[in-house]
Each structure stands twice: as structure tokens, then as C-alpha cells.
């Protein structure tokens, strides 16, 4: 019930009506078969708006989800094409999925293999549990390292609890907190992701022309070790 008159009155369509009696903006509301709705009540007079009160509720019941839920979407990394991807740039991505997590982000991190890089998987994994540890702090294993094709993924999700811990010590040491772009972050990770996936597709083309001039070459390859092959693959 609104008890102060005049209002400032918003019609239906967005029009601004100026002072009006609050008895004759009711009547107009009525008379639109619709509601009057106090929108500003800090203001004086109130500002109201003629509008379907029960669809306005829906409306912000669904922004206010929206809105708890912003920061729980899946952000992917990816560990380079290959096993052999720098220590740094592992860093690089280890820092990035640490800012995903900081913000409220879940992080499904990946580690591709290529060739016979598959059949060192234990490399792969090692790489991921120490990943897992080195983002304990702030983060909590929703699933361990697991194989998948020519992959092995983790996911990881925010440890609210510990997050929330390490900002409260910040501000108490009074240390500037960087002020964390998502919207940069997010297309950093996608130029990597693009980049390695052109790089993906020139190698397997330049895999197929090898093989393709192979097969009309001698077929005896008794001059090459498949040890020494397999060793030079891994360390490039």
C-alpha cells in the first residue's frame, strides 16, 4: 500500500506522467488491468511504475539466480599440445586457473598427448597431482587426474573457505589486490587454446604428407630404433 501522495509516476510504456495523485495513479492502474509498484522509495516524492508486479518479481527472482550462479561457470586449461610444453608456461597456465578459482570459477584442467607420448602417461599424471597441490590453497579436487583418450583432465573447484581466508589476510596486510580482468583472462586462455589447436592441425597435416612420402620410399627401416625414436619424441 502506497500512503504518500503525489507520486512521480512511470506508465506501463515507460513514460514518464510527472506529480500525480497517488488515488488517480491507482485508478489508471486499474484501469490497465496492472499494478502500481513503488520502484524508488528513498526518493520524495516516490517514483512508481504501472506494471505486472507478479512477472517484476519473476524478473528479479531470475537476475538474483543469475547473479549467484555468475561465478560458477567451467573454465578450461590446457597443458600446451603435448608433454613437452615449457616448465614456464606450465606456471603460466597454473596462474591462470589460480584467477579462475579465485573468482568462483570451477577449472577442468587438460593434458594432451601426442604420438607415443600416450604410453608415459604416469608423466602426465604426476604433472596433474602436482598441480593439484600446487593450487590446494585455494582450490578442492572435485575429480582426481583420470584418463580420457588422448588426455588426462582434473577438476577442480574453489575452496570458498580458504579463498575467503587469504582475502581477508590481504586486506589486513594492507596489500594491493590486483584488480582481475576476467573478461582478459578468459580471451588469453581462448588465443592459447586457439593457437594450439592451429599448430595441432599444421603437425597432423605435415604427419600425413611424412607418412604419405614413407610409403613410397624403401620399406626396410631397419636403420631406425624405435627406442631412440620414441626418446627423441618425448624431449623434441
Request: net charge neutral.
Amino acid at each position: 500500500m502506497i500512503r504518500i501522495s503525489p507520486i512521480r509516476l512511470i506508465d506501463e510504456n515507460g513514460e514518464q506522467k510527472g506529480l500525480v495523485d497517488t488515488s488517480d495513479a491507482m485508478r489508471m492502474a486499474q484501469a490497465a488491468g496492472l499494478d502500481l509498484v513503488e520502484v524508488v522509495a528513498d526518493s520524495r516524492p516516490p517514483v512508481c511504475k504501472i506494471m505486472d508486479y507478479g512477472k517484476h518479481k519473476y524478473d528479479q527472482s531470475k537476475k538474483e539466480a543469475k547473479s549467484r550462479t555468475h561465478g560458477g561457470e567451467l573454465k578450461e586449461i590446457r597443458l600446451g599440445r603435448s608433454l613437452k610444453i615449457d616448465p614456464h608456461d606450465v606456471q603460466i597456465r597454473v596462474d591462470q586457473a589460480r584467477r579462475f578459482l579465485m573468482a568462483g570459477h570451477k577449472v577442468q584442467i587438460v593434458q594432451r598427448f601426442r604420438g607415443r607420448e600416450i604410453m608415459h602417461k604416469q608423466m602426465g599424471e604426476e604433472r596433474m597431482f602436482q598441480i593439484c597441490q600446487d593450487l590446494s590453497d585455494v582450490a578442492k579436487v572435485d575429480m582426481a587426474p583420470k584418463g580420457m583418450g588422448r588426455a588426462i583432465t582434473v577438476l577442480l573447484s574453489p575452496d570458498r573457505d580458504k579463498i575467503k581466508a587469504i582475502r581477508s589476510r590481504m586486506i589486513q596486510e594492507d596489500k594491493e589486490q590486483e584488480k582481475l580482468d576476467l573478461a582478459k583472462l578468459e580471451a588469453e586462455v581462448a588465443a592459447q587454446n586457439e593457437a594450439d589447436d592451429i599448430a595441432d592441425a599444421q603437425e597432423d597435416a605435415n604427419d600425413a604428407q611424412a607418412d604419405k612420402k614413407k610409403r613410397k620410399g624403401p620399406k626396410d627401416n631397419r636403420a631406425s630404433n624405435p627406442v631412440d625414436d620414441e626418446i627423441a619424441d618425448l624431449l623434441g
